[in-house]
DNA sequence: GTACTCTGCGCC
DNA sequence: AAACGGCGCAGAGTAC
């Protein structure tokens, strides 16, 4: 018989839990456990194990020989909450220091997991709350623990026995939470939990990192830096230039109003044109006769050293293991409708470069080596301003162990394809599949102008109309989920009018992708009538049911989006009045928004979108179950790129490429994909 | 001090 | 006639 064990380590460390991950904590010579605490099929008592007690060896206790017993026991799975931790605990010390057993990924369950894959929030206090689980928590003991689990303000680590003892009272809250949490969430179900074992693989395999260019950027940095954060002291008389509210209010006071401090809008304030496609290039002197030199250079100061970006190279000293490489670096199911999130470094918002050596990306190796020399002067030699020079060159830090290179795809345009697909409009998808340039299609609807035919007239229309297919990249990218024109306008096209704004979005709901808008509409109309008369509905491949406190949508893959309770309501539309009422039925979920609990309304848009990246989500972890049976081990994935790590030998551009496209569901639902990839030494984009 | 919220800013 | 995408982290500011 399967018998369950809950488990919950409490240890502590010089090292900070949160700052270094577990993986890098785990395996810290100052890291101690103070006990762990473990319940067997959830009515059982709660037992503590301790490394250390008053007066007998530790192995002669009966929670030891009941913890030994269970995990040479191959029926036993191991239940934590983030098993991460508790893995990395077991891993690099309870196995090496205390001679226990090795327990196989296999025999591992995360209920942080479950309430990931359910949208649930994943703290385990704010999860039991939201549950309604009655498990009343001692707070004093709670922080009292959190606080001896650090060093104390004499930098020691408080090991007094009524301290300990304190701690060992306290304990057994947690376990009872996790089994409460466990017996209301249940199991994770076979398919997500092939892709929990696999984010597992990928988390623990984790990521090399080259610390020899991490300190050289960072000494390109500091020493750069330096100066500037004087004379910007000097100026401003504002000590950091990270104090973004203080430079507005200064900015003011000396006659300036700058609205944010948005790359962007800085860019557009001095006027640099950083991307080569300037929105507002009507009039590019609209700032300058209003900025004096002194407020010009102050921004500009900000603008090239204040990248919050670059704080990754402190990250990533923080948290890469002892053997270089970083772990941990993925959450699963870390967004509602499934995607993997960032942690730590997050390596899934590294900056796109910005450097441009005639006009291309520089060679990463061009640019590593320049900013290996740690001198800003050589850097600005040869790039340009040193600290852009190093946030261009962030992705280069991640490089590929010895033997191996890194193998990067992404499935281009993604998105669009999917929405495209969903809805049926075969006529775009049939644009795409044929390696047209539909940014430039929808451009020539919203403007009224004459498609280009012929390669060479392609590339003169998009050399000569730039701006125009910026707009129509917006709109095919933006306004498949039912953005309006206001936000499109804020988004977009702040410098363009209303009625502009409003004939995009119009052009691409009712002449460029009118079969979009109905899959809006219906599935709202479904997931409305499922959660007013509790019975299942289906639209667009997608069935919504009521499921135990959730609304469930299973897309044609099977796999699921979960909304926390859904409550029916009824929702005056924006145009409705008060002779002409519009209040129509809609409904309600609860979900984590910027780390709070809140309700939300659910509308057409949103249905769609998550059903979109949830279908994305399915055919990347498809791929990604193949790349490593292929000898392609993954390393990261961001969204719809994936990065392996394969030998040089096993490492071929176009099996990576034909193992991407080789999906199932892709198939099934006709979406048309197309691969890029690329192969080197470091990380890119 | 610690916890929390808000803003800014990076990505898909 | 038509709306609110998904994230994480750093730092500042605020409340206790």
């Known amino acids: 018989m399967i018998r369950e064990v809950v488990l919950d380590f409490e240890t502590a460390s010089f090292v900070d839990l949160t700052e270094s991950g577990a993986a890098r904590y785990s395996e810290d010579a100052s890291t101690e456990i103070l006990c762990l605490n473990f319940q067997v099929n959830r009515t059982g008592p709660i037992y503590s194990w301790r490394p250390t007690y008053q007066d007998e060896d530790y192995r ?121 949490v466990h017996a209301r969430l249940g199991w994770l179900p076979p398919m997500e939990r092939d892709i929990w074992l696999l984010d597992q693989r990928i988390n623990e395999r984790g990521v090399r990192l080259d610390l020899g260019y991490i300190r050289a950027a960072k000494s390109v940095v500091d020493r750069a830096s330096e100066p500037l954060g004087h004379e910007f002291h000097r100026i401003t008389g504002i000590p950091k230039f990270t104090q973004v509210q203080k430079l507005r209010e200064w900015c003011a006071a000396e006659g300036v109003i700058v609205p944010d401090l948005q790359k962007e809008t800085l860019a557009r304030i001095l006027n640099v044109d950083i991307d080569g496609d300037l929105e507002d290039d009507d009039d590019p002197f609209s700032y300058r006769p209003t ?53 730590l470094l997050q390596p899934q918002n590294f900056p796109r470069g910005t450097l441009k050596v005639d006009g291309e990306a520089p060679d990463p190796e061009l640019l590593v080596n320049a900013i290996m020399t740690g001198d800003p002067d050589v850097v600005e030699m040869l790039f340009g301003p040193p600290v852009e020079a190093v946030v261009s060159g962030l992705r280069h830090t991640i490089v590929a162990d010895q033997g191996r290179v890194l193998l990067s795809g992404d499935y281009a345009g993604i998105q669009a394809r999917v929405v495209l697909a969903l809805a049926g409009q075969w006529d775009k998808l049939g644009l795409m599949a044929a390696g047209a340039d539909v940014y430039i299609d ?219 496209a080789d999906s199932r569901l892709a198939r099934q639902l006709k979406i048309p994909l197309q691969i890029d990839t690329w192969a080197g030494d470091r990380y890119k984009k």
Request: glycine residues 6%; charged residues 30%.
């Open 60 to 180: 002669e206790t009966v929670a030891h020989r009941i913890l030994a017993d269970l995990v040479v026991d191959p029926d036993v799975i191991f239940i934590a909450h983030s098993a991460g931790f508790e893995k990395a605990i077991w891993r690099n010390i309870m196995v090496p220091v205390y001679g226990f057993a090795p327990i196989p990924g296999r025999r591992w369950h995360d209920t942080m997991a479950v309430a990931a894959m359910k949208a649930m929030p994943l703290d385990l206090d704010l999860l039991s709350r939201v549950l309604g689980l009655d498990v009343t928590k001692d707070m004093e003991g709670s922080s009292f623990t959190k606080k001896l689990s650090r060093p104390n303000r004499r930098g020691e680590l408080d090991r007094s026995k009524p301290s300990l003892e304190r701690v060992y009272d306290y304990c057994s809250v947690d376990i009872r939470s996790q089994t409460a």
């Open 291 to 343: 900025l004096p030199d002194h407020v010009r250079r102050a921004l500009y100061i900000r603008q090239l050293v204040g990248s919050a970006s670059i704080k990754k190279l402190d990250r990533m000293q923080s948290c890469v293991s002892l053997d270089g490489r970083a772990r941990g670096l993925l959450q699963y199911h870390g967004a509602g409708p499934g995607r993997w999130t960032g942690r």
């Open 442 to 660: 929808m451009a020539c609807e919203i403007f009224k102008m004459e498609r280009p035919v012929g390669k060479e007239a392609i590339s003169r229309w998009k050399h000569e109309h730039m701006r125009e297919r910026q707009s129509g990249k917006n709109s095919v990218l933006g306004l498949g989920f039912q953005m309006g024109w206001w936000k499109f306008q804020l988004k977009y096209a702040q410098a363009e009018a209303e009625a502009f704004c409003r004939r995009v979005v119009e052009t691409y709901r009712k002449e460029w992708a009118p079969e979009v808008p109905k899959l809006w509409a219906a599935l709202e109309r479904a997931a409305v009538e499922t959660v007013w008369t509790g019975r299942p509905h289906e639209a667009y491949g997608l069935e919504y049911r009521l499921e135990d406190g959730w609304l469930t949508a299973t897309t044609p893959s099977g796999s699921k989006i979960w909304y926390y309770n859904p409550k029916p309501t009824r929702k005056a539309m924006p145009w409705s009045t008060e002779e002409e009422p519009d209040i129509r039925a809609a409904w309600t979920y609860q979900v984590k928004k910027q780390g709070r609990w809140i309700t939300v309304d659910a509308y057409g848009g949103l249905l769609t979108e998550n059903y979109v990246m949830r279908i994305e989500t399915d055919i990347m972890a498809e791929a990604m179950f193949r790349l490593e049976r292929e000898g392609m081990p993954l390393v990261l994935t961001v969204h719809d790129e994936a990065l392996t790590e394969p030998l040089i030998a096993r490492a071929d551009e176009a099996m990576m490429k034909q193992v991407m």
